[in-house]
């Protein structure tokens, strides 16, 4: 355009001011819109994971003799149980509750309300002295838990232990098993799209006191050797000036629900065996079943996050195999072209061997996995937040990188978290691994 074009519009616009109006209207219309209805960016300020006493702890020769001398164990569960914990990658220091060290045991109501104050007080009292965040502040509480729901629930009990405003939007979700955490992440994030300028907290934890099993079928016996005493308490915000000072942004949440098949709704099963004595048996197919929704979950988080490289190689292989019925094998992406860090649900060495061989991650990215099992054991829904804490306590979360959280539940569930850091990230005080990571990693037997 020249000057004479610019004199024309100008004189133009004089003489046209319903049209300007008009024009503007609809233009500040439209960018409200887009404003108000943008998703808002999550953000993780902190998080804090909760470390035991030592007089908790259990090592194997103590949890072997604890099991004999309840007396409710025969000769050929006690076998099993010693077999489970040579080949389980949990080392010497993971924590069993108070009850559980009783002879006899004493798995009561009031013990079970102990262990989960201790593990949701310990890690969100953490939590609030590390971010200045007062629990007045708080506007969005959601706790997870799978086999303990008492009454009130553990949302209703950190309301009353923190003295949390009345208008607090509260969940408590049961029932979800070891996938619970990034569900409840999930179920934050959706909530800090609706409510403003607010925090939301959520606490994932797992109780063993009264999930204790004494019977003597295989299959109930795994989780006795397996699950451990752990929890965790992150916060989340939507606030703008927020962004400086929080560690991570969230970037993607894909969950995938096979409870349509049944042999995958009963594989991670709760139910009284033959003596009444109730358990969670764990199934021989729950492997093969976690392999399919990881597959089903990689399916729809693959195109969000992979290069088009990647895309492309997984596309016409898929292709060739349809069109011609050809015996190739499916392309399994890279995705370490998509994320920096790893941290895979530490359920057990079996489950963790697994994803490193099916998604052919190096011992690097799944070292955090195996320390944490090592460590702490299968915290269950937590055990996410210990393996990012090691990451951290490594030093090795540069600012952009990105990292996957990947977790298995029952139902069957894989549901997958992708964040992204925002800055060089150092581990917070008072952080699980804080006395001990110069330690790791440990060379783990076969």
Same mark, same amino acid.
Request: proline share 5%; charged share 20%; aromatic share 10%.
């Given at each position: 355009?020249?000057?004479?074009?610019?004199?024309?519009?100008?004189?133009?616009?004089?003489?046209?001011?319903?049209?300007?109006?008009?024009?503007?209207?609809?233009?500040?219309?439209?960018?409200?819109?887009?404003?108000?209805?943008?998703?808002?960016?999550?953000?993780?300020?902190?998080?804090?994971?909760?470390?035991?006493?030592?007089?908790?702890?259990?090592?194997?020769?103590?949890?072997?003799?604890?099991?004999?001398?309840?007396?409710?164990?025969?000769?050929?569960?006690?076998?099993?149980?010693?077999?489970?914990?040579?080949?389980?990658?949990?080392?010497?220091?993971?924590?069993?509750?108070?009850?559980?060290?009783?002879?006899?045991?004493?798995?009561?109501?009031?013990?079970?309300?102990?262990?989960?104050?201790?593990?949701?007080?310990?890690?969100?009292?953490?939590?609030?002295?590390?971010?200045?965040?007062?629990?007045?502040?708080?506007?969005?509480?959601?706790?997870?838990?799978?086999?303990?729901?008492?009454?009130?629930?553990?949302?209703?009990?950190?309301?009353?232990?923190?003295?949390?405003? +009345? *208008?607090?939007? /509260?969940?408590?979700?049961?029932?979800?098993?070891?996938?619970? @955490?990034?569900? $409840? =992440?999930? !179920?934050?994030?959706?909530?800090?799209?609706?409510?403003?300028?607010?925090?939301?907290?959520?606490?994932?934890?797992?109780?063993?006191?009264?999930?204790?099993?004494? +019977? *003597?079928?295989? /299959?109930?016996?795994?989780?006795?050797?397996?699950?451990?005493? @752990?929890?965790? $308490? =992150?916060? !989340?915000?939507?606030?703008?000036?927020?962004?400086?000072?929080?560690?991570?942004?969230?970037?993607?949440?894909?969950?995938?629900?096979?409870?349509?098949?049944?042999?995958?709704?009963?594989?991670?099963?709760?139910?009284?065996?033959?003596?009444?004595?109730? @358990?969670?048996?764990?199934?021989?197919?729950?492997?093969?079943?976690?392999?399919?929704?990881?597959?089903?979950?990689?399916?729809?988080?693959?195109?969000?996050?992979?290069?088009?490289?990647?895309?492309?190689?997984?596309?016409?292989?898929?292709?060739?195999?349809?069109?011609?019925?050809?015996?190739?094998?499916?392309?399994?992406?890279?995705?370490?072209?998509?994320?920096?860090?790893?941290?895979?649900?530490?359920?057990?060495?079996?489950?963790?061997?697994?994803?490193?061989?099916?998604?052919?991650?190096?011992?690097?990215?799944?070292?955090?996995?195996?320390?944490?099992?090592?460590?702490?054991?299968?915290?269950?829904?937590?055990?996410?937040?210990?393996?990012?804490?090691y990451i951290e306590a490594k030093g090795r979360i540069r600012n952009r990188n990105r990292i996957?959280?990947?977790?298995?539940?029952?139902?069957?569930?894989?549901?997958?978290?992708?964040?992204q850091a925002l800055q060089n990230v150092k581990p917070s005080s008072n952080g699980p691994w804080?006395?001990?990571?110069?330690?790791?990693?440990?060379?783990?037997?076969?």
């Amino acid at each position: 355009m020249n000057l004479d074009d610019l004199r024309q519009l100008w004189l133009h616009l004089q003489y046209n001011l319903v049209s300007i109006i008009i024009c503007s209207a609809i233009l500040v219309f439209g960018l409200t819109v887009y404003i108000m209805t943008r998703p808002r960016p999550v953000y993780l300020v902190d998080y804090s994971c909760y470390r035991p006493p030592d007089h908790l702890k259990a090592p194997y020769g103590r949890f072997l003799e604890h099991s004999r001398l309840t007396g409710d164990f025969d000769e050929s569960s006690l076998e099993f149980q010693r077999k489970i914990l040579e080949r389980s990658g949990l080392g010497e220091e993971t924590y069993v509750p108070k009850a559980m060290h009783s002879i006899p045991p004493t798995p009561s109501m009031a013990a079970a309300r102990e262990e989960a104050e201790e593990v949701m007080f310990g890690a969100l009292d953490t939590l609030f002295r590390n971010t200045n965040v007062s629990p007045k502040d708080i506007g969005i509480l959601v706790v997870n838990c799978s086999l303990f729901n008492p009454t009130p629930s553990l949302s209703a009990m950190i309301v009353n232990k923190y003295k949390l405003r +009345g *208008n607090i939007r /509260s969940f408590n979700l049961g029932g979800m098993g070891c996938s619970a @955490g990034v569900i $409840a =992440v999930d !179920l934050a994030k959706d909530l800090l799209q609706v409510h403003r300028n607010t925090y939301a907290v959520v606490v994932s934890t797992e109780n063993i006191t009264q999930n204790w099993y004494f +019977g *003597n079928n295989k /299959s109930m016996l795994i989780p006795n050797c397996l699950f451990r005493v @752990g929890g965790s $308490a =992150v916060l !989340l915000s939507n606030k703008s000036n927020d962004r400086r000072r929080a560690k991570y942004k969230l970037i993607h949440v894909v969950r995938t629900h096979r409870g349509a098949d049944d042999k995958a709704f009963r594989c991670v099963y709760q139910e009284q065996d033959d003596a009444g004595k109730t @358990g969670v048996s764990l199934s021989k197919d729950l492997m093969a079943i976690a392999g399919g929704a990881l597959k089903t979950n990689i399916t729809t988080l693959g195109p969000l996050v992979l290069p088009i490289s990647e895309q492309l190689l997984f596309f016409t292989t898929l292709v060739v195999k349809k069109l011609f019925n050809a015996s190739v094998k499916p392309y399994i992406p890279d995705f370490k072209l998509a994320f920096d860090h790893f941290c895979i649900h530490a359920g057990g060495r079996a489950v963790i061997d697994e994803l490193e061989k099916n998604l052919q991650l190096l011992p690097i990215h799944v070292e955090a996995s195996r320390m944490s099992l090592h460590r702490f054991g299968n915290t269950s829904s937590s055990s996410i937040w210990y393996e990012l804490a090691y990451i951290e306590a490594k030093g090795r979360i540069r600012n952009r990188n990105r990292i996957w959280q990947i977790a298995f539940g029952s139902g069957f569930k894989c549901n997958s978290a992708v964040w992204q850091a925002l800055q060089n990230v150092k581990p917070s005080s008072n952080g699980p691994w804080e006395d001990c990571i110069d330690k790791y990693p440990v060379k783990i037997s076969s």
